[in-house]
């Protein structure tokens, strides 16, 4: 199945401070979503993107299909971003999840 | 509110036990799935189900059942539950297969 690799496992910013997370996948694909999971566990879907650049308040998402990458921008960030962001990828009728980046936001 | 719940949330329980994690969603969405996450594993995917009354196995289905008799319901069945179950389970629907997956909270079980 599809292979999603993800950088860096572990990331540690002062508040206010901006980060860019980044997933690579080893095939082509028709979508890619990026997910924030919070301390207590719970998982949010951030973006569904394809292709292209989104945008949702500080944090954007760039995904290069053609070149099998996808990019998390976090911007001025805050001690609620902290917790592990993961990009995934369908393979079949399953979503792919990387191992995740683990975010840590100082005061 | 559009959401997906799971109940329990905490499950402790024994050996051999049968127990049963219900998820439902409110909002019509075709396509369910259960995942369980493990550290260094990640999120790996249980079951899956297209529709009602279509289910079909993921990467770790041994030990697991599942049903979709009913469109907003897919619960996830552990008929003799192993320590090596002990795990955070996540049900998740999406409109479609590959559209935005929508998570429920969890169920964090521990099998002793």
Not at chain 1, 18 to 27: E, I, K, P
Not at chain 1, 71 to 90: E, R
Not at chain 2, 73 to 93: G, K, M, V, W
Request: net charge neutral; proline share 6%; charged share 15%.
């Amino acid at each position: 199945g599809i292979q999603v690799e993800q950088s860096p496992p572990d990331l540690i910013l002062q508040e206010g401070a901006n980060s860019t997370l980044r997933c690579n996948f080893s095939d082509s694909v028709n979508n890619l979503q990026w997910f924030h999971q919070n301390p207590w566990g719970q998982l949010i879907n951030l973006f569904y993107i394809p292709s292209g650049t989104k945008q949702n308040g500080r944090l954007s998402a760039t995904t290069v299909a053609t070149e099998r990458y996808s990019l998390l921008y976090i911007s001025s960030s805050q001690t609620t971003d902290s917790g592990v962001y993961f990009c995934a990828a369908p393979g079949g009728y399953a979503l792919n999840f990387g191992k995740g980046t683990s975010l840590l936001v100082t005061p | 509110e559009a959401q997906v719940t799971q109940n329990p949330r905490y499950l402790i329980t024994v050996t051999g036990k049968k127990l049963t994690v219900t998820c439902s969603q409110n909002i019509n969405h075709e396509y369910m799935s259960w995942y369980r996450q493990d550290p260094g594993l990640g999120l790996r995917q249980i079951y899956y189900s297209m529709n009602v009354e279509v289910t079909d196995k993921g990467d770790v289905p041994e030990g697991y059942k599942v049903s979709r008799k009913e469109k907003r319901n897919f619960p996830l069945i552990l008929e003799s539950p192993s320590p090596n179950q002990t795990s955070l389970y996540f049900c998740a629907s999406s409109l479609q297969g590959y559209g935005t997956q929508y998570f429920g909270p969890g169920t964090r079980l521990l099998v002793l």
